[in-house]
């Protein structure tokens, strides 16, 4: 009988959605080595979390993370919260023995960042942070042309992620735009793909420019 794996997640937003629908569909895709229980959901609002609930087919709700993170009964957290809590989420998770799928952007400081690495590098579990890009048909296809040599030594890589839903001037003041939750803005929220996929792609940095730092210290965001 193949082991079981008991998901909790935290965060029932736009991509509490997206990873629901994923949990439940992964089974049909592919072969999995473990049975996928949907088993707790949790949000702030019980009222919210329980529609969330029904709506995605999870089997229980709770209004604490902290409740879910603790339990016997969950085996892997996923989170999916404004990037200001992944910290706290994750660290906890990895000190309760959870396994851990993190969305990006990670954490909201590279200090905050090694620090969860050393709870889950210390607790031997299984993380992962959601750079979902890495797997779309094009990128992938891209990663085998790479690795297969088919375009030679990469002396350039040149990426850009267009999106402009948060440049309406009428948009509501959401957590994305506010500093203190969402970190870095834009370079959290989309430069983190691409940076991802640089590395993925064709490999480690090996030096971050100083141009970059002066160029942000000059032109520094408006929150
Ligand atoms: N990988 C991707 O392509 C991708 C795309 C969009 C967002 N994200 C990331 O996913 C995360 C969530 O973004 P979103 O767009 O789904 O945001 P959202 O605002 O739509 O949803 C956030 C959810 O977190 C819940 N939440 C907030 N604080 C909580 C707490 N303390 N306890 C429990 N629940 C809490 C909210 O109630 C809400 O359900 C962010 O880190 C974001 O950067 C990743």
Request: net charge positive; proline share 4%.
């Amino acid at each position: 009988m193949a082991k079981t794996l008991r998901v909790g997640m935290i965060g029932y937003g736009f991509m509490g959605k997206a990873h629901s629908n994923a949990w439940r569909q992964a089974p049909r895709f592919f072969a999995l080595k473990a049975h996928v229980e949907l088993h707790t959901l949790c949000g702030r609002n019980a009222a919210g979390v329980q529609a969330a609930r029904l709506q995605h087919g999870w089997q229980n709700a709770a209004t604490d993370w902290r409740d879910v993170v603790e339990s016997p009964l969950i085996d892997v957290v996923d989170i999916n919260t404004p990037n200001d809590s992944h910290a706290e989420i994750a660290i906890a998770a990895a000190r309760a023995g959870k396994h851990i799928l993190c969305e990006k952007p990670l954490a909201l400081t590279p200090k905050q960042a090694e620090q969860m690495l050393a709870a889950v590098q210390k607790a031997k579990v299984v993380h992962m942070v959601c750079h979902n890009y890495r797997r779309i048909p094009a990128i992938a296809l891209a990663k085998k042309m790479v690795s297969e040599g088919a375009l030679g030594q990469l002396y350039h890589y040149h990426a850009r992620y267009a999106q402009d839903w948060l440049a309406d001037p009428e948009f509501p003041l959401k957590w994305r735009l506010q500093k203190g939750i969402s970190g870095s803005g834009a370079h959290g929220d989309i430069n983190v793909h691409i940076i991802d996929l640089a590395r993925y792609l064709v490999g480690e940095f090996k030096e971050v420019c100083g141009l970059m730092e002066t160029f942000v210290k000059e032109r520094p965001l408006v929150y």
